[in-house]
């Protein structure tokens, strides 16, 4: 199994951001992903590191759809797959509709259509060819304009990877027919063929291939503790992050979170939290949250609790671990970061 982190850039931290992701690099640490939620956008950091480090993969995880045209996403992927002398993978997600409508005042209107249609436009671009479409969505060259199909002047030196970031089954049956990997979270490995694997194959099925084509990158936070104690005290904390999840993302219609930990067997959990959570009762959603729902979706526990967990999602079908280590330090994320790339390892090797 391959390795991956997450970062995103945040006023005060940046050059600590820097420091972990070139130790994480020296570490071993395969693949540096730079998140985009509603703070720092992903493409500047990513130049930035792509100066800064030498051997690992750089993407951006993700770039939000409806807040750039498709050809600006490729414009963008070309000069970062440039800069980092292809080394950059594309990781694209729709985000939700409190992000898009809320916050940039664009519709989030047909998700699914705008991720097929930017990614065959993407492709179009990155192959040199001359940027001619006609979609649900897109347009181009604009009709009854001036202007005529046209092939960007940067042509690309190296392959760019697509990822996508997708929870819904139509949107994983989309990843699983156009994309090179999946971006995903809210795992739970026992449950994962019927939530998710069953839509990603229907998609490779339409595209002649396999799930040997398609990287499953999976992600969860990563710490270990000593003791029963320390775990019940460690995973009493993680649950009002869970209940946000599951609450406060997305809208009151749309929160894909929640429908992907529904799927897993927590619907009138999940449905409970939600409601209380949208009451303004933080504190009781959090209460909901059960124990077993925290431990099934992370990489908590004693160092034996998280190779067991690990040997989990390498026999479910994870190929690319993303890792989000605990510590409230540098040093401590980088300690746990350290330990759990040796589990990794261990764990890769013994398949």
């Given amino acids: 199994m391959r390795t991956a982190t997450t970062v995103e850039a945040s006023a005060g931290a940046w050059r600590e951001t820097v420091d972990f992701v070139t130790e994480a690099e020296r570490l071993g640490m395969d693949i540096c992903w730079v998140a985009e939620a509603w703070g720092a956008e992903a493409p500047s950091p990513l130049g930035y590191l792509a100066a800064r480090t030498e ?15 498709p050809v600006a996403i490729a414009r963008t992927a070309l000069t970062l797959a440039h800069l980092c002398e292809g080394r950059f993978l594309l990781g694209l997600g729709p985000s939700g509709p409190q992000v898009i409508e809320g916050l940039h005042g664009v519709p989030f209107a047909r998700p699914l259509a705008r991720m097929r249609e930017t990614v065959d436009i993407v492709r179009q671009a990155v192959a040199g ?39 819904s089954p139509k949107t994983l049956r989309l990843t699983g027919e156009v994309a090179d990997g999946w971006l995903g979270t809210s795992f739970v490995p026992e449950a994962a063929r019927e939530a998710y694997f069953d839509h990603l194959d229907a998609g490779l099925a339409v595209s002649g291939r396999t799930r040997a084509d398609l990287d499953i990158c999976q992600g969860a936070e990563v710490a270990f503790v000593d003791d029963e104690d320390a775990l019940r005290a460690m995973v009493a904390g993680r649950k009002k992050e869970l209940a946000f999840s599951l609450g406060g993302m997305g809208s009151a219609t749309t929160n894909y979170y929640h429908d992907a930990y529904s799927r897993q067997g927590w619907a009138e959990v999940a449905a409970a939290v939600r409601e209380r959570w ?16 925290v431990l099934a979706t992370t990489l908590i526990g004693t160092e034996d609790m998280v190779r067991r967990r690990l040997r989990v999602w390498r026999d479910a079908g ?3 671990v993303r890792l989000y280590p605990a510590g409230t330090t540098l040093d401590a994320r980088l300690a746990t970061l350290g330990r759990a790339l040796e589990l990794v390892r261990e764990v890769g090797d013994a398949a």
Avoid: C, H
């Avoid at 347009?139 to 929870?167: F, K």
């Avoid at 949208?278 to 729902?293: I, K, P």
């Fill in 55 to 69: 051997r690992i993969l750089l993407g951006s995880g993700v770039i939000q759809l409806a807040t750039r045209t």
């Fill in 129 to 167: 060819e001359k940027i001619a479409y006609q979609g649900r969505e897109f347009t181009i060259p604009l009709p009854g304009g001036g202007g005529t199909p046209m092939r960007l002047s940067l042509r690309a030196e190296y392959d760019v990877p697509v990822y996508l970031a997708t929870l």
């Fill in 278 to 293: 949208r009451a303004g009762d933080r504190d009781g959603a959090a209460s909901l949250v059960t124990d077993e729902m």
């Fill in 318 to 320: 994870v190929d690319t």
